[in-house]
């Protein structure tokens, strides 16, 4: 009896085993669920298939390593796309639920941006597109720009401040989730809503018309575009990086 109640304990502690492994995957992997949903990896944690440089046909030649299952921004000058420049998705996506692991050394400036068209003409900064800023709000003297907030962690840069963040520690993965259907937009940190917009809409132009980007028609309201990670001369790294594109 006593060998019986033991090996049903180890059947019983494999398959917990099994079933955690399962809803904590290993990096740069979907779960059985995930690919049952149409879930896609942007990043498969071995080669740059899927990204080119922003207004470039082929992946920058320096600013961007990959090891040890991340994709690595070098650091350089801190400014913006000045060592191997913003990389994009080769795809452009409309709805889409977006997740993205991030790591920020510190001082670190980043941006996960969407809605990148290069429509613009290119400038010596970045592609232009709407931004989920990655910032070392204690350190980086952006934090304190902008109004109300709105250039720190996890806020739609220069337009709209997050608020309830609860980020981890810098040198510690964070994850960052970008929700997208039609018009409305979610940015997630960590699991928790922070901020929410409607494109296009009346509170979104009014942030808008005080911003950087209010001289810009049309701004962040095409129904398409690629994904970007920025290049903003410090050192940040990104895993996981996943997409589920959306029907509506």
């Known amino acids: 009896m006593k060998s019986t109640l033991f090996f049903l304990a180890i059947a019983s502690f494999l398959v917990a085993t099994a079933l955690a492994q399962e809803s904590t995957p290993s990096p740069n992997t979907l779960t059985k669920?995930?690919?049952?949903?149409?879930?896609?990896?942007?990043?498969?944690?071995?080669?740059?298939?899927?990204?080119?440089?922003?207004?470039?046909?082929?992946?920058?030649?320096?600013?961007?390593?990959?090891?040890?299952?991340?994709?690595?921004?070098q650091p350089s000058s801190g400014g913006e796309a000045a060592n191997g420049g913003d990389i994009v998705t080769v795809d452009e996506y409309g709805s889409f639920d977006l997740?993205?692991?991030?790591?920020?050394?510190?001082?670190?400036?980043?941006?996960?941006?969407?809605f990148v068209t290069e429509q613009q003409p290119q400038t010596p900064g970045s592609a232009i597109g709407l931004e989920y800023q990655l910032l070392d709000d204690a350190r980086h003297p952006d934090a304190r720009l902008g109004i109300n907030g709105n250039r720190t962690?996890?806020?739609?840069?220069?337009?709209?401040?997050?608020?309830?963040?609860?980020?981890?520690?810098?040198?510690?993965?964070?994850?960052?989730?970008?929700?997208?259907?039609?018009?409305?937009?979610?940015?997630?940190?960590?699991?928790?809503?922070?901020?929410?917009?409607?494109?296009?809409?009346?509170?979104?132009?009014?942030?808008?018309?005080?911003?950087?980007?209010?001289?810009r028609k049309d701004f962040g309201e095409a129904p398409k575009g690629h994904i970007l990670l920025q290049d903003h001369g410090n050192k940040v790294f990104f895993r996981n990086v996943k997409i589920l594109p959306l029907q509506l």
């Open 153 to 215: 962690l996890a806020s739609l840069y220069d337009v709209m401040p997050a608020t309830n963040k609860k980020p981890n520690p810098i040198g510690e993965w964070n994850v960052a989730r970008i929700l997208v259907k039609g018009t409305h937009v979610e940015h997630w940190l960590n699991g928790i809503k922070v901020l929410e917009y409607e494109r296009g809409g009346k509170e979104f132009l009014a942030h808008k018309a005080e911003s950087k980007f209010k001289d």
């Open 99 to 114: 997740k993205v692991d991030f790591k920020l050394t510190e001082g670190a400036n980043s941006g996960i941006k969407y």
């Open 33 to 73: 669920q995930e690919k049952k949903e149409g879930w896609k990896l942007l990043f498969d944690g071995k080669s740059t298939t899927g990204w080119r440089g922003a207004y470039k046909t082929s992946f920058p030649e320096k600013g961007w390593e990959i090891r040890d299952g991340m994709l690595i921004v």
